[in-house]
């Protein structure tokens, strides 16, 4: 399960969430903090998506409380890594990909 604390400056925790299931994994990679307030988690997952591993994106507001979350990715390994927040709020991240990579389409160097 991916699992989100929020402490204040002193280190004193103030509230706790997870986001998650118990029969796959969910392995959070990166946080941002949004500018409308609350987070967006990239984690990667095998529980939910398409199928293997793919990236997930979980969106809370500030209190940690799901907004929304999406998977990303094909029928093969694929996972995200670093996450960013963009002008218009959207999210832009990274990560590596087998279902959408050269070698499954057949294409060579």
């Not at 969430?17 to 994994?25: A, N, P, V």
């Not at 946080?31 to 990236?55: H, K, P």
């Not at 390994?77 to 279902?99: P, R, Y």
Request: hydrophobic residues 35%.
């Amino acid at each position: 399960m991916v699992w989100l604390i929020k402490t204040n400056a002193a280190g004193f925790h103030q509230w706790n969430k997870t986001y998650g299931d118990l029969i796959g994994y969910q392995r959070p990679e990166g946080l941002v903090e949004c500018s409308n307030q609350g987070f967006a988690i990239i984690a990667n997952t095998q529980s939910f998506g398409a199928r293997n591993s793919d990236a997930w994106i979980i969106r809370t507001d500030c209190f940690g409380v799901q907004l929304w979350n999406k998977t990303y990715g094909g029928i093969e390994e694929d996972g995200g890594g670093q996450i960013i927040e963009m002008a218009d709020q959207g999210f832009t991240f990274v990560g590596g990909t087998h279902s959408y990579d050269m070698w499954s389409k057949g294409i060579s160097g």
